[in-house]
């Protein structure tokens, strides 16, 4: 009979003493939720845990319980081993002295003596014999704590614990499932097959508060279509066994520092929209963070927050100035029909069906990275949706601005959300059946009409290649977990 990944999985833990936990850079409610969990059920098991992350917790975290468990600035073995043969001699005393920025091990013998030959080096073995990393589509989403250590990855079996499907398989033992909604939900089959082998309960309030984090994180609170059947079973499970369900939505989704409400505000009212490509931005540059006295984590959520505002669109972009010129992008989609994670490989990224995320740098400034992303995201809505080729040209930016939503009329739109469905859908609706016969193509915004040249079907093959050396050019990776 065949083990599956999750008996393999528990098999291993069991044999293993030594154990690293390590999750993704600029860690997220479900990658610290899981590590966490985790590493309170190894503990518990008696094994000797270690759980890392390369970018500190936010503060936002810091209602649950032992976070500060997660180490963030980790070393990995650094040890440096002098041997000393001791055939010819037996060791009396050893004493060492630090002199001129030199450490002088002195070794004084019972009998006999010591000589230069007897002397060897090597380097500390690795102190952990399993490493389980979890909500990690590849290793180099570990950050600094792989690019620093990637010997460590190579000298003890590595458990791969993961729901993306971007995830390249990089364990020994490869538990990905890309159905479920978080890693956290993945991780209680596997505490609860460890609860049965060790004949122990180790779910308690805190452990499944959590496994309920993540859960709640990476559904945005069971909003987002990730969300299945069995992330409502699994996340009633977790509140049955005193999960803090209240907790977690008061802190996450209810406590704003004045500064994030700050932040928040400035980029809705950046927001542009582009009715041809379906699609709406916003951006944070370096002074949105400065004027509002906001940290860059204080815009987790925005990319929600624009998802809501926006009805009509498919693609949704937020773009954040990085430090040293580096442009981050998150993307959703409002539709299983247009893969995100397709989106964010244009650019060297990667993520899920409908929440992706990439990182460039290429050199120019933000605006200007910002808008040459665009362009390709509009290109690549254009073939999409059939659009002439020309779509992105002077016709459409007309009709952007025309549409340009302000507040008020944003909030009048979400208003007029339930009682009216038909008038929303009818923002950004382009008239389906130019795809076949009609020589013109229809797009109603309101009561405006505007028409543009015929759908074009067929793609030059010099696009497609212009396309493929783009993709080549940008390989700085970054992906949403
Ligand atoms: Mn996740």
Redesign the pocket.
Known sequence: MKTTPQQQIVNLIKNKEKILIITHRKI?G??LG?ALSLYKVLSEMGKEVTAVSSDPVPEMFNFIPDVESIETNFHGSQDFIISLDCKDAEVDKLKYNLEDGKVNIIVSPLYGSFAEKDVSFAKGSNQFDLIIVL?SADLEQLGTVYEKNTDLFFSAPVINI???ASNTFFGNINLVEITAA???EILVEIIQKLEKTENKSFIDDDIATMLLL?IIT?TNSFQNPNTTPKSFDVAADLIDLGARQQEIIRQIYKTKKLSTLKLWGQTLSKIQIDPVHRLVWSSINKNDLSETGAKPDESEGIIDELMSNAPGAEVILLFKDNQNGMLGGSIRTTSASIDASQIAQIFGGGGHLQAAGFKIKNGQDFEEQLADVLKKVKKFQAKRLNLPENSSKSKVTKITHEVELTDEKIQKSSKQEDKNLTKKDAVLEVDKTSKKEKKSQTLNFGNKKTSTKPAKKVMHVSEKLTEKVSNSEEKNKSKE?
């Open positions: 997220d479900d990658a899981s909500d993961d729901h993306h978080s890693t956290s993540g990476d977990n």
